[in-house]
């Protein structure tokens, strides 16, 4: 029972750390998914705008500028408003957005009819039990009606007329990002580099490059979270399997006791316990990979909005990790193990 709950104990570890990774990765995948999802080439935002996160700092007119262009054929600007968690409401001119990227495929319902209606992805009316005609209460400080539920992966989750958002917000004539569509797509890098001169310090990418910013490498505050999680993960480890570990030496002290007097040094005694310990270490690893398909299960039943996904690369480094922690744990009862007196221990009762 002990070595199944040190087992469990680090397994638990290993999945939370695999479990809080997946959760960050599977957020970044679904961003550059939704962003794809608009059938842009190029982004268009803010000079202050961080990589994760929006400022509504924009002037609108960029759009009709940018439109200008000769290689242009389309673009449109979105406003991006934080509603709370990693909620946020999109406000899209529906006619611009549609010939940008062919427009949102309805589940049920339909587009903005009335000044209080809304639209949803599918994912969103999942996570908060609505239906179309259901209401949407307090955001932005009032209650919305359900008119659309979409198909998820195009540009956000909860969407506004863009107008009345901007009114709503005190963001009049105001942007986040703008959507650019090229005539050709093979010259995006050049009418990147053209926008650049041409568009003042705006941050402007392709999208492919938006994608290959958007990782946890790229990202120092969620990398150093997830360095301080594995952290906290491998103390967890180490201090469940020093308390077991304790415990079995005291168990033991006759067998180690009769082992010293048949010759084995000390040396041989923290061996033996040291790779009883990396053995746990790796088998509680490996529950913890497992665990980590059921607790994503249960995420996408529960908070499917909370997109998580397994990452098989960091697995190596949390069978490590587990079991660089059980050695920790395990170092000081080795060492009591190893110096035990062989007369005093076989006579332990």
């Known amino acids: 029972m002990r070595t199944a709950l040190s087992v469990v104990g680090i397994g638990v570890s290993v999945a939370m750390v695999l479990t809080l990774v997946g959760v960050s990765q599977g957020m970044l995948q679904e961003s550059v998914r939704q962003k794809r999802g608009t059938g842009a080439d190029i982004m268009i935002r803010p000079s202050g705008a961080a990589l994760i996160g929006f400022s509504a700092d924009m002037t609108a007119k960029v759009v009709p500028v940018v439109r200008e ?39 049920d319902g339909g587009p903005f ?45 909860i969407f506004l007329p863009l107008p009345l958002l901007q009114e709503l917000t005190g963001n009049t004539n105001k942007v986040t990002v703008v959507y650019v569509k090229l005539k050709d797509p093979s010259k995006t890098d050049a009418v990147v580099n053209e926008f650049k001169q041409r568009l003042g310090d705006l941050k402007i990418y392709s999208m492919e490059e938006f994608a290959s910013l958007l990782s946890i490498d790229n990202i120092p505050m969620l990398k150093t979270f997830i360095r301080v999680v594995i952290g906290l993960g491998i103390i967890f480890g180490a201090v469940t399997v020093s308390l077991a570990m304790y415990t079995a030496v005291l168990e033991r002290t006759r067998e180690i006791g009769i082992l010293k007097a048949l010759g084995a040094s000390p ?72 110096k035990q007196d062989a007369i005093e221990a076989i006579a332990y009762d």
């Open 267 to 338: 040396a041989y005694i923290l061996r033996l316990l040291l790779a009883e310990t990396a053995l746990l270490g790796a088998i509680g690893a490996l529950v913890g990979i497992a665990f980590t398909y059921a607790t994503r299960s249960l995420m996408n039943e529960f908070v499917p909005s909370m997109t998580t996904v397994i990452v098989p690369e960091l697995w190596p480094i949390a069978i490590c990790a587990a079991i660089a922690g059980a050695l920790i744990g395990a170092i000081y009862p080795g060492l009591k193990a190893a």
């Open 113 to 157: 009819r009335n000044p209080d209606d809304v639209i949803i992805d599918d994912v969103m009316a999942k996570t908060e039990n609505l239906h179309v005609g259901d209401t949407l209460k307090n955001m932005l400080n009032r209650n919305w009606h359900v008119c659309g539920i979409v198909e998820p992966g195009k540009l956000a989750r």
């Open 69 to 107: 262009f000769p290689e242009v054929a389309l673009a449109a600007g979105t406003l991006v408003v934080p509603i709370g968690g990693v909620n946020s409401v999109t406000g899209v001119n529906l006619d611009e957005f549609g010939q940008l990227s062919g427009g949102f495929r309805y589940i």
